[in-house]
């Protein structure tokens, strides 16, 4: 048990919709990140936020797009999904330099 | 951005035997992170470890972070370490290298 949870385990979309993705996180995990995981590759990181702002990015189009709540909550947006964006979303948790804590992920397929 | 390699990239065992994953890194680091991933995708943490070594249970872990690189040891494997071990560095992100896929079989 990481104290990590992501909403939906699973999702398909078609191309062009819209997504939002959930993760929460227990109390004190002032750091969240998230990062996407295509098959067979390791995890890519797609942001970062600490105490509510982004403080990091990796290389990602502005489409996606993240809010992270005070009530250690966060979301990822992605707009104009494309096939590309079929991948495993990992969300990750923790305090800032300390280790990370992971959920299981939402698997997004876009058809 | 810092490149992490990781080796071998399979990894086939019979159960009882011992294994060395390795990881190299091309830059310093402020930590590096080993992860196992099971089959359902959930990433566990198995180490946080920016130098020397720890151990847990039948798995143990070594950084020489001068030398750029860690490794991973499981000693006595079980099928249920079957999986996809990961190391990670972190650089105010964690950068994944591309996995090593581990099959034990009974």
């Known amino acids: 048990e990481t104290g990590v949870t992501q909403s939906p385990t699973h999702l398909i979309k078609t191309r062009g919709q819209q997504v939002t993705l959930r993760c929460s996180s227990q109390?004190?995990?002032?750091?969240v990140s998230w990062y996407q995981q295509a098959l067979g590759q390791g995890p890519q990181f797609i942001f970062q936020?600490?105490?509510?702002?982004?403080?990091g990015r990796g290389n990602f189009p502005p489409r996606f797009s993240g809010l992270q709540f005070p009530n250690y909550s966060s979301e990822l947006n992605v707009n104009a999904l494309e096939l590309d964006d079929s991948a495993l979303y990992l969300c990750?948790?923790?305090?800032?330099?300390?280790?990370?804590?992971f959920g299981s992920g939402t698997q997004l397929s876009v058809l | 951005g810092i490149q992490v390699e990781q080796s071998p990239p399979d990894l086939i065992l019979q159960e009882g035997a011992n294994s060395t994953l390795r990881c190299n890194f091309s830059?310093?680091?402020?930590?590096l992170q080993w992860f196992h991933q099971n089959p359902w995708g959930q990433l566990i943490n198995l180490f946080y470890?920016?130098?020397g070594t720890k151990q847990n249970g039948r798995l143990s872990a070594t950084t020489v972070a001068t030398e750029r690189y860690s490794l991973l040891y499981i000693s006595s494997s079980q099928t249920t370490d079957s999986g996809v071990y990961f190391c990670?560095?972190?650089?105010?992100?964690?950068?994944f290298g591309a996995g090593t896929t581990v099959t034990v079989r009974a």
């Open positions: 990750a948790a923790g305090q800032a330099n300390e280790k990370l804590f």
């Open positions: 109390s004190g995990h002032n750091t």
């Open positions: 936020y600490y105490r509510e702002e982004e403080n």
């Open positions: 830059d310093s680091v402020n930590n």
């Open positions: 470890i920016p130098s």
């Open positions: 990670a560095v972190d650089d105010y992100k964690l950068s």
